[in-house]
């Protein structure tokens, strides 16, 4: 199948991974075709955040590396890996094994860096997703994502909201979203909450809750 730009894998995991039933497995095999897979990469529903899980046309990768000595490899370049594949396939052969590792990035400690790069992952995608319309339906979802790493590194002293005042700016109308289930009841009242404070006034307030 020549026309498949990617192929999602099945995942076996460790068993010391705590995380195992967040991630369920597919029963059936199905194709994604151009909007529908970034639609679905990133809500992580059916194609999985991850790079690792997946092999790729080696044109997908043409000028396309890792960045060094970052903790979200994965985040950091999945905004641009979607805008070349236009065929993923999911398959119920074959398999990942994923292995936890003691001391490895996902395990080690928190600190700035490891913070401001979570933040930046879900900026990146945010900025991505802000661009293309046919990403209306999430816009919400992404945003609300984001402006929530933001107030955690600012209360913490690692960013300043100030540089990301076009960001603070753009929060998007819930009129885009579809379906009110889409947030939820959680997501349903962040919004809200976001909406009334205003992108600021939220960042204040988790601020004064956090004792900072």
Excluded at 47 to 68: C, G, P, Q, S, T
Excluded at 158 to 176: A, E, G, H, M, V
Excluded at 184 to 205: D, E, N, P, Q, S
Aim: with cysteine; charged share 25%; net charge positive.
């Amino acid at each position: 199948h020549p026309e498949v730009d990617c192929l999602q894998f099945p995942t076996v995991y460790d068993e010391k991974i705590k995380f195992t039933r967040k991630y369920k497995q597919h029963n059936k095999e199905r194709t994604f075709i151009g909007e529908e897979v970034f639609l679905n990469w990133w809500s992580g529903k059916e194609i999985n955040h991850f790079v690792w899980n997946k092999i790729y046309k080696r044109e997908m990768w043409k000028d396309l590396r890792f960045a060094i000595g970052t903790f979200i490899e994965d985040g950091m370049i999945v905004p641009y890996l979607v805008q070349r594949c236009q065929r993923l396939h999911i398959s119920l052969k074959g398999g990942y094994f994923y292995r936890y590792t003691e001391g490895s990035i996902l395990n080690s400690a928190w600190t700035e860096k490891k913070y401001k790069d979570f933040f930046m992952s879900k900026y990146l995608m945010w900025e991505r997703i802000n661009e293309l319309e046919y990403m209306n339906p999430v816009k919400i979802k992404s945003y609300l994502g984001t402006i929530r790493w933001l107030a955690i590194c600012s209360q913490r002293g690692f960013l300043n909201c100030s540089d990301y005042d076009s960001f603070l700016n753009s929060l998007p109308s819930i009129r885009l979203l579809p379906k009110s289930r889409e947030l939820g009841i959680v997501g349903w009242m962040f919004y809200l909450t976001v909406k009334t404070l205003g992108t600021r006034g939220f960042v204040r307030l988790y601020k004064r809750l956090k004792g900072s």
